[in-house]
């Protein structure tokens, strides 16, 4: 992959054998997906667009699912099986498939397969864990700690980036610490919403509304409400600690949403960065909501390249590149933006395991700047093959 098509960063041209091992086997990928959290089911429907996407002649796939109760089940390898299908998000179940056992100790016999009636078998070590996880006890360092343990290559960012990342509060604290502009917000903690909730009231009022209420950590716009008028804060607060006992408050700022896809160096450099595009919502829906992201396809307009004048496209990019940065972030990541009609950039969030189907805007982006889903794919899988493992 050369510059040509303007990806910031992508400079190094990858060849099928930079990740051969030794004896020229395929190596071994592991897609683990489903999951503890409320995003269950899209974290299904990446895995489905991530697992079509890799060559099976450079990778040998093994489908991993995690079931709603934490169970981890090997599941057969028909991508199908996690696609949307009359506006029903998959589910991996109970009986999708044997348990699987993860080693947690250093230079472990890898994965062992668990059969009723049978005796543990080997599945054999993987080379390299793909978690296209969203959302708590996956995006959030939890099963990033979990594969350090075992000294496990995986991609994506590491137990430090994922969580501070999945938490717009301290993600907020770190960006405003490294001099990113972020938009005006408060924080709701479970004590003070509980011992002194006429004070958080207050502080809100002075934000002005109309506000966004957030589950501090969780994704995919679950839990969200807008907010426009004070007599209907309480019950948004309370939606939101549905999902997570703390919640973060925003301003509304007006402006157009703009992303931007983040790549980490395959030489070492700066992060490449891809072409913004934006998302315009249309029809009912006040938000880029749930329902609007996955269920209702009309109601949203993806434009890549967005159509910003040079300027703000360059200063959305250098933006999201400093963003990466300042998270510590690895492999991946997508960074969300707000441009003002003032032409003023402020960022909004990162997203270090954001929405990886084909018709997603992360890849959409990477499709537009010059490289393609199977290569997008390819790539950090290449990257996580060469991430130190033991100390970090």
């Known amino acids: 992959m050369s510059e040509t098509g303007g990806p910031q960063g992508l400079t190094q041209v990858l060849t099928p054998g930079e990740h051969e091992a030794a004896d020229s086997r395929r190596p071994r990928v592991a897609v683990v997906f489903g999951g503890r959290s409320s995003e269950h089911g899209v974290s299904c429907v990446t895995a489905a667009g991530v697992m079509q996407a890799i060559d099976p002649a450079r990778w040998e796939v093994v489908p991993i699912g995690i079931t709603p109760t934490g169970r981890w089940v090997l599941t057969g390898e028909e991508p199908k099986r996690w696609q949307i299908e009359a506006g029903a998000l998959p589910r991996v179940q109970d009986d999708e498939g044997p348990a699987v056992l993860v080693p947690l100790e250093v230079d472990g016999s890898g994965l062992t397969v668990l059969e009723p009636g049978e005796v543990p078998r080997l599945l054999g070590r993987v080379d390299v864990v793909f978690p296209v996880l969203h959302g708590p006890f996956g995006e959030d360092g939890t099963i990033q700690g979990l594969l350090e343990l075992a000294d496990i290559r995986y991609v994506g960012s590491g137990v430090l980036a994922s969580a ?148 703000v496209v360059r200063q959305v990019r250098d933006l999201a590149a400093r963003a990466f940065e300042a998270m510590g972030c690895e492999g991946l990541a997508r960074v969300d933006f707000f441009v003002t009609p003032d032409g003023a950039v402020i960022v909004n969030e990162i997203n270090t395991m954001p929405g990886f189907t084909p018709f997603s805007m992360y890849p959409r982006m990477w499709e537009q700047t010059g490289l393609s889903y199977p290569d997008l794919v390819d790539r950090l899988l290449t990257l996580a093959l060469r991430r130190r493992t033991g100390l970090r």
């Open 164 to 311: 501070a990342s999945m938490d717009k509060h301290y993600m907020k604290v770190l960006l405003e610490g490294a001099g990113l502009p972020v938009g005006p917000y408060t924080v709701v903690r479970p004590r003070d919403w509980e011992r002194h909730a006429e004070r958080v009231r207050e502080d809100i009022e002075e934000l002005g509304y109309p506000v966004f209420v957030k589950p501090a950590r969780a994704g995919s716009s679950i839990g969200i409400s807008k907010v426009e008028r004070a007599e209907d804060l309480d019950a948004a607060i309370e939606a939101a600690r549905l999902h997570d006992p703390k919640v973060i408050v925003e301003a509304m700022v007006t402006g157009r949403e703009i992303e931007c896809a983040v790549l980490e160096s395959a030489d070492g450099g700066a992060p490449a960065t891809s072409l913004p595009g934006e998302i315009r919502v249309l029809g009912d829906h006040d938000f880029y909501d749930f329902e609007a992201k996955y269920l209702d396809e009309a109601s949203v307009q993806l434009s890549c390249p967005a159509d910003l004048s040079d300027t």
